[in-house]
């Protein structure tokens, strides 16, 4: 398998909606899911040709997807090492109904107190490591020009790619090792291994539509191509946030210093129901 | 169209980014929660994987959001109205029309029919240094001159109130994606209107800090490709004269001795030429919106 490592430097607070949530409660993930990283980065493809940002439409009307192509899967973006991270929990007032404007209203007869107040998590870090890997090594080298590009970043936020690895290449062995990615839960469990120090989040992938296996390294990539995904099917993994002692033995994709659990990409792929 | 905005060839669309590092010119209050009797400022607690941990003061980009889209709701129009008002745009019930100065460019939203994403994001914020917030006593005083004692109601209530501290440095982000000039003439107006306004009760206002040669400390970037380096100050950093230091060597990278950066399809003017900038911007949405 090939792999890139890409530094992320966020420039604002995000807000990674866990869900479901609670609509009074906007909880955030520590991390980048593997869903938003891969929009993030088609956007990046798309700002890097010269072409607009796609819109969203409203939910109910079933817009379409653009995120990378199943070839180059995104594996979500987690804080460097070393580096400072925290999740900001704060109060925020909101609207309870939209079609009123006593928000910005400097004269106000009578008030109907019209908000409820919520909890909102954001995710405020110096650095985030990505990774995106693929089967083959073509391709990968389009990342390298997303480098200086900034977009938003999940449901609030904002972030820059500072810098794209070199592609390097992970071999398949079974170690005992810290994920750098998240782990789905399903391989810990199948592994029979009792493994502490993780913290466990339901998270979702994308359900792909016919063959994931494309000839072209650039369509729906560098193109405004909708993704052939029509929803997403959820998935529960465990993250690593520290140095554990007792480190889980699975399959990894690995060099020793990166090891990208073999689960994940058959998960992300598609290729097994957890 | 994949974008669902109208077409314009005569306005191309472009990136846009503001960077500045704010100071805070007196005390400052960003409410977080009220505990009995004392109104918390907002913290942000970061932590490292090997257990440091720093708090900061914090100005959320929301909240400069909001008094930004504010500024745009109350500008005064020709016509002797107020901007939101001629173009029925409020909060929360906003036009979500793509024509509008103000949907166009902070989003708009009527709920279950219409979206429009907004292209203006805002981001920074955690103060530089580590100085921790201040608790002040207040009361609210009757405006009563001769006071008769015995009635309840009108002894002063005290309370406190924490405030972020005079001199907290904090840099600070907007990100226009995909917007043409003319949009980006409604940011800037409302970028400039309202760091006096930011803060909430009195006092209010924030400045543009200066270098020590009395340079503003404030990058404009237009471009198609992002080039040189973003003047972006870590969360983690403490040292304001590093702050500082860093945010005028990313700027200026890799054309040290100018305050105007020109190469293909990237435009970046620093520190006087970009105040000078974003005011022509402002004066551009003066005369082609509200003065029209």
């Known amino acids: 398998m090939y792999c890139l490592k890409l530094t992320i430097q966020p420039t604002a607070a995000m807000t990674f909606r866990i869900l479901p949530g609670s609509i009074l409660n906007i909880a955030t993930y520590p991390f980048v899911p593997p869903t938003t990283l891969s929009g993030f980065l088609r956007r990046l493809g798309m700002m890097s040709v010269g072409l607009e940002l796609p819109e969203t439409r409203v939910n109910n009307a079933d817009p379409p997807i653009y995120v990378l192509p199943p070839r180059y899967l995104a594996l979500g973006a987690y804080p460097t090492v070393g580096t400072w991270s925290g999740v900001h929990r704060t109060y925020r007032k909101g609207m309870r109904e939209f079609n009123h404007d006593s928000f910005s209203r400097l004269y106000q007869d009578e008030n109907k107190a019209n908000f409820q107040l919520h909890t909102w998590e954001y995710f405020i870090a110096e650095e985030l490591e990505g990774y995106v890997i693929a089967e083959f090594a073509e391709g990968l080298e389009h990342f390298q020009d997303l480098e200086g590009y900034g977009c938003k970043f999940g449901k609030e936020g904002f972030a820059i790619v500072t810098e794209v690895s070199e592609v390097f290449k992970l071999e398949r062995q079974t170690v005992e090792a810290h994920p750098s990615t998240l782990l789905p839960m399903e391989a810990l469990l199948n592994s029979g291994q009792f493994v502490g120090g993780c913290d466990i989040y339901n998270l979702y ?8 296996q494309t000839n072209s390294d650039q369509a729906g990539f560098l193109d405004q191509t909708p993704t052939a995904a029509d929803g997403f099917v959820p998935f529960v993994a465990a993250y690593f946030p520290k140095e554990t002692s007792h480190l889980p033995e699975l399959d990894y994709y690995t060099n020793k210093e990166i090891n990208i659990p073999v689960a994940l990409v058959n998960l992300l792929r598609g290729e097994v129901h957890a | 169209m994949a974008t669902g905005l109208p077409e314009d060839k005569k306005n191309p669309r472009l990136h846009f980014d503001i960077y500045a590092i704010l100071e805070g010119s007196q005390e400052l209050y ?31 980009p929301t909240k400069r959001r909001g008094v930004e889209r504010r500024c ?65 006593q ?24 924490e405030y972020n501290q005079p001199g907290l440095l904090y840099p600070i982000y907007d990100h226009a994606l995909s917007v043409t000039d003319m949009e980006f003439a409604s940011v800037a107006y409302a970028f400039l209107d309202a760091l006096p306004r930011i ?77 000078e900038k974003l005011q022509e911007y402002s004066s551009n949405f003066v005369d082609n919106v509200l003065q029209a």
């Open chain 1, 205 to 212: 992938r994308y359900q792909w539509t016919g063959n994931i």
């Open chain 2, 30 to 60: 960003f409410g977080h929660e009220v505990q009995v009797n004392v109104n918390l400022v907002e913290i942000v607690k970061l932590s490292t994987k090997d257990g440091k941990s720093l708090e900061k003061c914090y100005i959320s």
């Open chain 2, 72 to 136: 745009l709701i109350w500008a005064p129009v020709k016509s002797g109205v107020l901007l939101g008002d001629q173009q029925k745009c409020g909060i929360p019930e906003t036009c979500a029309l793509p024509t509008c100065p103000i949907c166009a460019t902070y989003g708009g939203l009527i709920a279950g029919k219409k979206t429009l994403i907004g292209r203006v994001t805002h981001g920074g914020g955690v103060a530089v240094q580590d100085l921790y917030p201040v608790e002040k």
């Open chain 2, 138 to 161: 207040r009361a609210m005083h009757p405006a009563i001159l001769s006071n008769d004692m015995t009635k309840k109601e009108e002894k002063p209530t005290p309370f406190k109130r």
């Open chain 2, 199 to 275: 803060g909430s009760g009195n006092p209010k206002g924030i400045a543009i800090a200066e270098a020590d040669d009395n340079m503003p400390l404030l990058v404009v970037d237009r471009y198609l490709v992002p080039r040189g380096k973003r003047p972006i100050i870590s969360p983690s950093v403490t040292n304001p004269e590093r702050a500082i230091q860093d945010f005028i060597r990313l700027a200026r990278t890799p054309e040290a001795n100018t305050n105007h950066i020109q190469s293909s399809h990237f435009e970046r003017w620093i520190g006087d030429a970009a105040l």
